[in-house]
């Protein structure tokens, strides 16, 4: 088993070029789990099925591990089987029927379903203008993760669609740069050639011509997520913590996305201000499933 992980680590330093500290996490995250296997009889990568996957992260549960270390362990294992599908070393993924539902605890952000997501994208009436509106919002919600307080504040001159970027004051002397996806750019390109004879320099405008507000947004935002039948408890905020959430499960550093939302908290400080605008729009672009 070890082989294989050595293999792995080997794949992702020099072919996918991550970082030794990313490196060093999967390899600690997989021997883990390699040495429960095999400790339970299991001694191949071919022999791990769901039920054993499970059995581990139960483990990890009796073992007391923080819902981010837990998290983080079934991300690594999803990554491996992955990467040995790709390499036909394996025919199926056991990690495939294991959610991050199954560690989440009532303090648990909320994160949506792929499903969820397409649901609560097809409310807007895009026959509309503000149902144009609505869905270049909810994109770069999702998109970006950007929050309410930024939406609110985004001005024309900070959208470059040719780009496919956004120019953001974070900071009085901090302009960071957000990646956009193929749906947001569609979507927000619409937007903004339908409203392109407003007098307001904001982007998202109510009927009246003025800015949305944070009670607007929100107001919205409730309607839609009945509209879709969904839970009705779920905030925009949602959208921002799946951002994350589906960041990670598809192989994103946790400093990257720290950077890519603009947030430089004391432990990652260092990590963020080495990384250029292409490295973020790589990772972006790689990782991100509406790219």
Known sequence: MQTKIDQFIDYLANQRGRSMNTCDNYRHDLEKAAQFFVKNGIENWANVDQYAAINFIAQLKTEQKAKTTINRQISSLKQFFRYLLRTQQLSTNPMDFIDREKVATTSSPVVLTADEIKRLFHVPNVATTNGVRDRALLELMYGTGMQVSELINLKRDQVYLDLRILKLQS?????????????????????????????????????????????????????????????????????????????????????????????????????????????????????????
């Open 171 to 291: 900071e009085a002397d901090n302009q960071r740069i957000v990646p956009l996806g193929q749906f947001a750019v569609e979507w927000l390109g619409k937007y903004l050639a339908q409203t392109k004879n407003m007098a307001s320099p904001f982007v998202f405008l109510n009927r009246q011509g003025e800015p949305l507000s944070r009670q607007g947004i929100w107001k919205n935002f409730k309607s839609w997520v009945t509209k879709a039948e969904l839970d009705p408890s779920i905030t925009p905020q949602a959208l921002r913590q799946t951002y994350i959430a589906d960041m990670i499960d598809h192989g994103s550093d946790w400093q990257a996305i720290q950077a890519l939302l603009g947030q430089k908290s004391q432990r990652a400080a260092n990590q963020y201000i080495h990384y250029q605008t292409k490295d973020l729009i790589k990772i972006f672009n790689q990782f991100h499933p509406r790219a």
